[in-house]
């Protein structure tokens, strides 16, 4: 019974990827949207991880392979809205210098952007450490 079992969530995970592997190979999305999707597909694939190791379905180099990826789409995805808050203020200086009233919207946008800096750098720290103790293994 416990072999059936293996093989069935062996089989939903395969199953899972390859369609997911479809999915965003057809996007026609922006790039941002197409790493949330990937960030959040990663995120789904490591939730059990931990559990399937437990029992013995995955291996520790995969569940760590697979918390590892998650990790990896966090900082992609940061620094793709690190970009885009980027591509943001430099509309926004160029309306500014054009005449148009747009300071406060700049305002917020620059403060925005040093979240944004903030956050992509602890990301891009946190998979540093990640691939680095991946790599020790």
Same mark, same amino acid.
């Given at each position: 019974?416990?072999?059936?079992?293996?093989?069935?969530?062996?089989?939903?995970?395969?199953?899972?990827?390859?369609?997911?592997?479809?999915?965003?190979?057809?996007?026609?999305?922006?790039?941002?949207?197409?790493?949330?999707?990937?960030?959040?597909?990663?995120?789904?694939?490591?939730?059990?991880?931990?559990?399937?190791?437990?029992?013995?379905?995955?291996?520790?180099?995969?569940?760590?392979?697979?918390?590892?990826?998650?990790?990896? #789409?966090?900082?992609?995805?940061?620094?793709?809205?690190?970009?885009? #808050?980027?591509?943001?203020?430099?509309?926004?200086?160029?309306?500014?210098?054009?005449?148009?009233?747009?300071?406060?919207?700049?305002?917020?946008?620059?403060?925005?952007?040093?979240?944004?800096?903030?956050?992509?750098?602890?990301?891009?720290?946190?998979?540093?450490?990640?691939?680095?103790?991946?790599?020790?293994?």
């Amino acid at each position: 019974m416990p072999r059936v079992l293996v093989l069935q969530v062996a089989l939903l995970a395969v199953a899972n990827m390859a369609l997911a592997a479809d999915q965003s190979s057809n996007s026609d999305e922006p790039g941002e949207f197409d790493m949330e999707k990937q960030f959040q597909l990663a995120k789904q694939i490591a939730a059990p991880a931990a559990r399937l190791y437990k029992i013995g379905v995955l291996s520790k180099g995969e569940m760590e392979q697979r918390l590892l990826k998650v990790i990896q #789409c966090e900082c992609n995805l940061a620094i793709a809205r690190l970009a885009f #808050c980027e591509e943001q203020i430099a509309a926004l200086q160029s309306l500014v210098a054009s005449g148009e009233n747009a300071k406060d919207e700049l305002a917020q946008a620059r403060a925005d952007l040093a979240q944004l800096t903030e956050a992509a750098e602890i990301a891009s720290a946190k998979r540093e450490r990640a691939e680095l103790e991946a790599a020790e293994l």
